[in-house]
């Protein structure tokens, strides 16, 4: 039997996966989490075999999560469920330690035969995304290497915050900006990094090492 933690910040999600996977009688439903840090946390306490995981979450994103998680725990395989399909998603989620990648619109039989082969020790790729895996592999696609160079002393500053979950508001309090100017930074972070929201930026800000994990009790 294998034990599956799924972890989607969709309760409605989590649930209909529950009753997909409990359905198989090779499969056991664990537990649930909604934000990559409770991943963590239910990955710790209940020894999951493989952990289904979403990308975009609050608190803690999937690739985050998945790189801390095989971090603590190596022997614990992680497979992501998602609805991103974009490049640097895709890689990321590969080097951060994911052992496959699945898109939501994948059907009952085949998330089950990805997890079953993913715990047999192979590598399941959404036939979707296998030509962006083969590219990058083959060096068509390089992802990007002077992010640090694109941006300020004070954009470096805001994405570390930015990287580490922390609001608008938040920034704007520790570095004693107003927040408006801080929406203005972040926008100009954005569109330098290439990206289109905040989880973007913030994959690619630790994809690249260049944040370092802090909380809002301190800087």
């Keep these: 039997m294998i034990r599956v933690l799924i972890v989607d910040d969709q309760e409605i999600v989590c649930e209909g996966l529950k009753v997909i996977l409990d359905a198989s009688p090779s499969l056991e439903v664990v537990g649930l989490a909604y934000d990559g840090m409770q991943a963590l946390e239910k990955a710790e306490a ?4 493989l952990v289904l995981m979403d990308l975009k979450m609050p608190v803690m994103n999937g690739i985050r999560a998945t790189q801390a998680l095989k971090e603590a725990h190596p ?3 992680v497979l992501v469920l998602t609805t991103y399909n974009d490049d640097e998603w895709v890689i ?3 080097r951060a330690g994911a052992a496959g990648y699945l898109l939501k619109d994948a059907t009952r039989e085949e998330i089950v035969a990805a997890i ?3 715990i047999a020790g192979r590598t ?3 036939p979707a995304m296998a030509n962006k895996v083969l590219a990058y592999v083959r060096g ?3 992802p990007k290497s002077n992010i640090a160079e694109q941006l300020s002393p004070r954009e470096r500053a805001i994405l570390q915050l930015l990287a580490n979950g922390w609001s608008n508001a938040a920034i704007a309090a520790q570095l004693h900006l107003a927040e408006g100017t801080v929406r203005n930074h972040v926008s100009i972070i954005l569109a330098k990094l290439e990206v289109t929201d905040r989880v973007q930026a913030t994959a690619l800000a630790w994809r690249y090492r260049l944040v370092t994990p802090i909380s809002e009790k301190g800087y």
Excluded: N
Excluded at 46 to 49: A, G, M, V, Y
């Design 140 to 142: 068509e696609s390089q």
């Design 75 to 77: 022997q614990i395989a």
């Design 46 to 49: 209940l020894k999951p075999d």
């Design 124 to 126: 399941y790729v959404d």
């Design 92 to 94: 990321d989620a590969i």
């Design 116 to 118: 079953e082969g993913t």
